[in-house]
Structures are given as C-alpha cells and as structure tokens.
C-alpha cells in the first residue's frame, strides 16, 4: 500500500473525537496518529507524531483553534490544517485562513465528504464546503465593490465623509476645510449620490463599512 496519511485532530467532544479517529482509522489510506481534546495539548504533542494533515476544532475552551493553528503552523509546515466546525461565521473563516488555515468544512459534513477533504487538504488543495466558499465570494465580491465606491469618491469628499463621521457639523466641516457652508452641503449631497444613501447617518455606516472591507 502507498504512503497512509497521517491524520491527527484536536476536537474537545469526546464522542466526535472517537468518531472521527474510527472514521480514520477505518480508512485504508489513512490513519490517526494523534487526538487531542485541546489546543494547549496540541502545542504540546503533535509536534512529536508529525502529522501530514490536522483536523482541527475552531471553539476550543481556552486556546481556540484559530490560535492553535497559528502557534502549530511554524512547528509543524509540512502539515495542512483543516478546520472543523459547526460554524459558517464569516470572522471565523477569514481568522483562520489568516491564521494558515488549509481548508474549511462543516461537522455536518457526509463522512464520505470529508475522507476526500483530508485527502484533497494533503494533496495541496484547499477543501471548502460548498455554503463556506459561497460566503467567502460574497464578501471578496463586496470588497471589490466597496473599493470601486471608495475610489469614486474624491479626496475633498472623503475629507467631508470623515469628518461626518466624527459627528462634526457643516459649519464645523466648513470651518476646518476653509470653504463655505454651501460647499459643504454640495460635497455632502455628491457623497449621497455615490453611496447610494439618503441620510447622514447611512452615509456614515456605509463609509464605516467600506472602510472595514477595504
């Protein structure tokens, strides 16, 4: 038989974790070299076994599997991280692909399924269950779109916006810009416009999340 993977997870359920090290287990490919039921212990241990690919929890108690893999991954750079959760939050995906995440699937996922994204995740893929890497599109395609915004927004009017933002009034904006109230109100009805926005107070939320995304 070729090479088996080494897989090793780190899942404090202990009733998961004894599935999935069966599921494993009962691969002939695969086999379960390690399992940890926290983040902290596997700092500590899986250094040692080496693992080829790390299934691991993102709600760990203490040490969370983000942080995990952020401390494993310069300990470990031959392996590749899969992330296992119950979770699809957006933060929670995009932590962990900072963190040097390899792959992102759900615990609801077939076993089947999951066999070819450990195998997918060792051959240098990046396995993404399907409701995640539609979430993932979503948000890069809103970033596009809100860098597109910013841009066509120009200096004086970012200028404007931001000070918006800070709660100033148009006599204060005219103030410190050096132009009159009515130059003011001309920035802010343009800025309306690009925004797509009919208040102060959309104007400034959208401005905020642009700035987030960007």
Do not use: W
Not at 163 to 173: G, P
Request: contains cysteine; aromatic residues 4%; glycine residues 6%.
């Amino acid at each position: 038989m070729k090479h088996r993977i080494n897989v090793a997870m780190v899942e404090d359920n202990k009733r998961l974790r004894l599935s999935l090290e069966a599921l494993v287990n009962a691969t002939p490919d695969l086999r379960c070299v390690r399992t940890c039921g926290s983040g902290e212990e596997a700092v500590e241990c899986l250094p040692a076994v080496k693992p080829d690919v790390v299934l691991m929890d993102i709600r760990l108690p203490g040490m969370s599997g983000i942080e995990c893999v952020s401390v494993l991954r310069d300990a470990l750079p031959q392996a590749r991280f899969l992330m296992l959760t119950a979770y699809e939050e957006d933060s929670d995906v995009f932590q962990s692909i900072l963190a040097g995440a390899h792959g992102y699937v759900l615990k609801s996922m077939d076993p089947e399924r999951l066999v070819v994204a450990i195998r997918d995740a060792h051959a240098g893929e990046t396995p993404m269950a399907g409701s995640v890497a539609r979430r993932l599109m979503e948000h890069f395609r809103a970033a596009s779109s809100g860098s597109e915004t910013m841009a066509s927004l120009s200096s004086r009017e970012l200028e404007v916006l931001e000070l918006l933002a800070q709660e100033c009034m148009y006599k204060e904006i005219a103030d410190r810009l050096g132009v009159s109230f009515a130059t003011v109100r001309t920035h802010v009805e343009h800025i309306y416009q690009k925004l797509h926005v009919r208040s102060r107070s959309q104007a400034v939320s959208r401005f905020r999340e642009l700035k987030i995304g960007r």
